[in-house]
């Protein structure tokens, strides 16, 4: 069966490289309000009609009825990686918070079967997210909330190599089949006690609470034995392009900023000879860590390098007694009857022997999850913009799945 979907606040087309990815679902309508993101937008789904508007500003009668909207309202003044709360005294500021009420507007009109909003965790602390819930309901929809990670959206596919917390809200029409958000946010894990992959289930903290963010107020449970789990997590290492150059350190003929030098040096105290992702630059990140994690959450300013440290050997270094450390290269220093040598298996390097460089856009494209087919336009800057400001794809396509599944029965 097929589905049209209108993508509002489409960016450069995450949410609707996501939603195609469900069998049958066509994106219909894309609307946005920077011109080079429609283009994008456009040159990677051809087949949608597309519109450069202010949203706040259309009429819905402008665009054609679909199934489904989905919605990404501006989120900026309602995250937390601002810095700083919410000022409620800026018109600019209310005007961005505004854009959830296109989401009623149009749906108001248009009678969708089913409304997807997404939008940063702390958009229910909006002063108006009450009212908001409540208009939609008074205009004849049942809600569902959902708060999900991007690095555990796996149900339809791979997950993304990044942490970033959303909050979702699916809306359909009073009467018809309720979404099963708890089932399609809940990933796989491993069980420590039953020692297999298990199905998992969404365990609060508050359960008073049920809003935030994943391990400061919800965590995961096996659905058999209520274990703790841990859900496999993707490395950024995975989407990183290490065939690309990276400059030694010591040779740069422009120094790294003190402050990035200062990361790069507590990186490597604490995690030894490992490839680092150093924070560089304005941002709101200020550790470096291993790229055998996940990404951090990408933003539309994110500036990070990568720290590819020398190889190198363990030391073998006398213990209660004389001597000096050596590598683990030369012969070992002469046993005796006493356990006299203890080894460090990767001393960290020196930082000027590291070699460095910065992230590319489509290295933050891939902590995204788009597909390394997908094309881009415009300067570095306006590439990491769009790609860090895009819903990740995998987030999309398993909550398009969970509204289809809904839909079809």
């Not at 606040?9 to 469900?22: E, R, V």
Request: glycine share 6%.
């Amino acid at each position: 069966m097929a589905y049209t979907l209108t993508d509002l606040f489409c960016g450069g087309g995450g949410s609707s490289t996501g939603a195609t990815q469900i069998p049958g679902v066509v994106v219909r309508m894309a609307a946005n309000h920077w011109r080079l993101a429609v283009d994008v937008h456009n040159e990677n789904h051809p087949h949608a009609d597309h519109d450069c508007a202010d949203l706040s500003q259309v009429d819905p009668r402008r665009y054609p009825r679909t199934d489904m909207l989905w919605a990404s309202p501006s989120c900026t003044q309602h995250s937390s990686a601002r810095g700083k709360t919410a000022d409620t005294t800026d018109p600019a500021a209310e005007r961005s918070r505004a854009t959830m009420w296109d989401v009623q507007r149009f749906t108001e009109h248009h009678r969708y079967r089913m409304v997807l909003v997404e939008n940063v965790c702390e958009v229910r602390r909006w002063a108006g997210f009450r009212g908001w819930r409540l208009a939609l309901q008074d205009t004849g929809y049942c809600l569902h909330e959902a708060f999900l990670n991007a690095a555990h959206a796996n149900q339809l596919g791979a997950s993304a190599a990044q942490w970033r917390d959303r909050w979702f809200c699916l809306a359909h029409p009073k009467g018809t089949r309720c979404p099963d958000t708890a089932r399609w946010t809940a990933p796989k894990a491993w069980c420590p006690c039953c020692e297999k992959r298990v199905d998992t289930y969404q365990a609060w903290k508050r359960p008073d609470q049920q809003a935030g963010k994943y391990r400061a107020q919800y965590f995961y449970r096996c659905c058999t034995c209520r274990a703790v789990c841990e859900p496999h997590a993707r490395a950024a290492a995975e989407v990183i392009d290490w065939s690309l150059p990276a400059t030694r350190i010591g040779d740069r003929p422009r120094p790294l900023a003190d402050r990035t030098m200062g990361r790069i040096r507590a990186g490597l105290e604490r995690y030894g000879r490992t490839s680092l992702l150093v924070p560089a630059g304005g941002t709101w990140n200020d550790t470096s860590y291993p790229a055998a994690q996940p990404f951090r959450t990408r933003t539309t300013r994110e500036s990070e390098g990568v720290l590819v440290p020398p190889p190198g050997p363990g030391l073998v270094v006398p213990y209660y007694s004389k001597g000096t450390a050596h590598d683990t290269r030369e012969p070992l220093m002469t046993v005796t009857t006493r356990d006299r040598a203890a080894l460090i298996p990767e001393p960290a390097p020196r930082v000027e022997d590291c070699s460095f460089r910065m992230l590319g856009p489509r290295e933050y494209a891939a902590a995204q999850h788009f597909p390394t087919s997908y094309v881009w336009r415009g300067t570095k800057r306006e590439q990491v913009r769009m790609a860090g400001n895009a819903v990740p794809p995998n987030m999309a396509r398993d909550l398009v799945g969970c509204a289809v599944e809904s839909m079809n029965g």
